[in-house]
Nanobody
Framework: QVQLVESGGGLVQAGETLRLSCVVS????????MGWHRQAPGKQRELVAS???????NYADSVKGRFTISRDNAKNTVYLQMNSLRPEDTAVYSC???????????WGQGTQVTVSS
């Protein structure tokens, strides 16, 4: 059974920092690409950051320079370090896993991030 469990969300003020974690079980984590997505009320889900099995990363323009995705294969965990948070970053953040970034088929339940101004 594949499980992805996110944690680390919360309520912060603009300019502050959060680090999200996603612990994965049930798959060979090191072989999988991972993505962090977010969805705000009334908006489409957006891929925020991704990391391949080889460690290559990519970011949405809206978070470049502020967010950093990383992975620890020994801990089956992917992280999203979020600095200089803005109110427009408020959303439910979910991690996803797939054998490629175009086939992210395993999803976590999400964690709420709220940034107040």
């Amino acid at each position: 059974q594949v499980q992805l469990v996110e944690s680390g969300g919360g309520l912060v003020q603009a300019g502050e920092t959060l680090r999200l974690s996603c612990v994965v079980s049930g798959i060979s984590f090191r072989l999988y690409a991972m993505g962090w997505h977010r969805q705000a009320p009334g908006k489409q889900r957006e891929l925020v950051a991704s990391i391949t099995s080889g460690g290559s990363t990519n970011y949405a323009d809206s978070v470049k320079g502020r967010f950093t995705i990383s992975r620890d294969n020994a801990k089956n965990t992917v992280y999203l370090q979020m600095n200089s948070l803005r109110p427009e970053d408020t959303a439910v953040y979910s991690c996803a896993a797939g054998l490629s970034l175009t086939q992210l088929r395993h999803w976590g339940q999400g964690t709420q991030v709220t940034v107040s101004s």
